[in-house]
């Protein structure tokens, strides 16, 4: 799968338009999107109960500008968070995005705002667990641009078709001299009509 810079741009625009409602300090969504992007954010509103931090799936819609069709984003953060040691310290969660591209197709992307993935320049194996159930390999690749806080995991449709039914996703992702760490992701109000 060979992505354009360019595309890396948008995908990563529209991955924080669709989390802007968690992340204040992630800056204007507006002046981070391509001039002339059409841009939808449909969120699910359902309040949590006092006291809870449920984070739910947002979802949302830019026009590809070389098709003029729509990149459609589903993205959920995680429930915990992890802190690494210095440079990258401090609590952050990691996040959870479903694309699909009217170019590239659809993907499963995971990444983290700082910090190395430990990913190799092949592909690597990363073990994702849906409940209850025995953990599941899923193999994951770097992206063209060598992004170390992102990882493209393979099988979209292997994932989603186990994400349909899920309350709980666990991913366990290797990062440079911190070891593998867990990210759990409350899928449980996912919409897979997006």
């Given at each position: 799968?060979s992505t354009p810079w360019?595309?890396?741009?948008?995908?990563?625009?529209?991955?924080?338009?669709?989390?802007?409602?968690?992340?204040?300090?992630?800056?204007?969504?507006?002046?981070?999107?391509?001039?002339?992007?059409?841009?939808?954010?449909?969120?699910?509103?359902?309040?949590?109960?006092?006291?809870?931090?449920?984070?739910?799936?947002?979802?949302?819609?830019?026009?590809?500008?070389?098709?003029?069709?729509?990149?459609?984003?589903?993205?959920?953060?995680?429930?915990?968070?992890?802190?690494?040691?210095?440079?990258?310290?401090?609590?952050?969660?990691?996040?959870?995005?479903?694309?699909?591209?009217?170019?590239y197709g659809n993907d499963?992307?995971?990444?983290v705002k700082k910090g190395?993935?430990?990913?190799?320049?092949?592909?690597?194996?990363?073990?994702?667990?849906?409940?209850?159930?025995?953990?599941?390999?899923?193999?994951?690749?770097?992206?063209?641009?060598?992004?170390?806080?992102?990882?493209?995991?393979?099988?979209?449709?292997?994932?989603?078709?186990?994400?349909?039914?899920?309350?709980?996703?666990?991913?366990?992702?290797?990062?440079?001299?911190?070891?593998?760490?867990?990210?759990?992701?409350?899928?449980?109000?996912?919409?897979?009509?997006?």
């Amino acid at each position: 799968m060979s992505t354009p810079w360019w595309v890396w741009g948008l995908m990563v625009a529209a991955g924080v338009m669709a989390l802007s409602s968690y992340d204040k300090t992630s800056g204007d969504p507006e002046q981070a999107a391509e001039p002339g992007s059409v841009i939808q954010e449909v969120t699910n509103t359902a309040a949590p109960a006092v006291g809870t931090y449920t984070p739910s799936w947002n979802y949302s819609v830019v026009t590809d500008q070389m098709s003029s069709k729509e990149i459609r984003f589903a993205a959920i953060q995680s429930t915990n968070t992890v802190s690494f040691d210095f440079p990258y310290q401090g609590e952050q969660q990691g996040t959870l995005q479903l694309r699909r591209h009217p170019r590239y197709g659809n993907d499963v992307i995971f990444f983290v705002k700082k910090g190395q993935i430990n990913i190799g320049y092949r592909e690597t194996a990363v073990l994702i667990r849906f409940d209850d159930e025995p953990a599941m390999r899923f193999s994951a690749y770097e992206p063209d641009d060598h992004d170390r806080t992102t990882i493209f995991i393979d099988g979209f449709g292997r994932f989603t078709k186990k994400l349909k039914s899920a309350s709980v996703v666990r991913i366990e992702v290797p990062f440079y001299q911190a070891g593998n760490r867990v990210f759990e992701f409350n899928a449980s109000k996912y919409l897979d009509t997006w």
